[in-house]
């Protein structure tokens, strides 16, 4: 198998395996939520929050920076008296709905079956 380029177009990848590099953001415990949220509208940060219910303002912060540095997001700033800052999917963005939620759809499905293995291992694990 031919070794992956360190660089493409002129820009190094630090990560040059688009898989691992892909999923070490998106797979991240916020990522998909933010996402999934954004999917039939826009929204501002404090509505994200509310939406999201358990995570830090600081979490939310670094998520959105990293899925806007990623262009899985736009971040319009309205300059309004207070600033207005929204959150929406760009076309990459909604170019992963799809596979984002075939891999829920089999999250929910399996679900149930996971945390029986989980179960069935820790029983072994105590033998």
């Known amino acids: ?9 002129g820009v190094e990848f630090e990560q040059p395996c ?9 797979g991240d415990q916020w990522s998909l939520l933010v996402l999934e949220a954004l999917e039939t509208r826009t929204l501002r940060f404090n ?6 219910g358990d995570i830090s ?5 670094r998520t959105l920076k990293h899925l806007e540095q990623d262009g ?9 008296v207070p600033p207005r800052v929204e959150y929406c999917l760009t ?11 075939t891999l829920i759809g089999w999250a929910d499905a399996n679900h149930r079956a996971i945390c029986d ?11």
Not at 1 to 9: A, D, F, Q
Not at 47 to 52: N, V
Not at 117 to 127: L, Q
Request: proline share 7%; aromatic share 6%; glycine share 4%.
């Open 1 to 9: 198998m031919p070794e992956l380029e360190n660089e493409i177009g």
């Open 18 to 26: 688009p898989i691992r590099d892909v999923l070490d953001r998106i």
């Open 47 to 52: 509505e994200l929050l509310r939406e999201l």
């Open 57 to 61: 303002k600081q979490m939310l912060s």
């Open 72 to 80: 899985f997001i736009l971040r319009t700033v309205y300059p309004e």
């Open 91 to 101: 076309e990459l963005g909604r170019s992963f709905l799809v596979p984002m939620q």
């Open 117 to 127: 293995a989980r179960v069935e291992y820790g029983r072994k694990d105590k033998r």
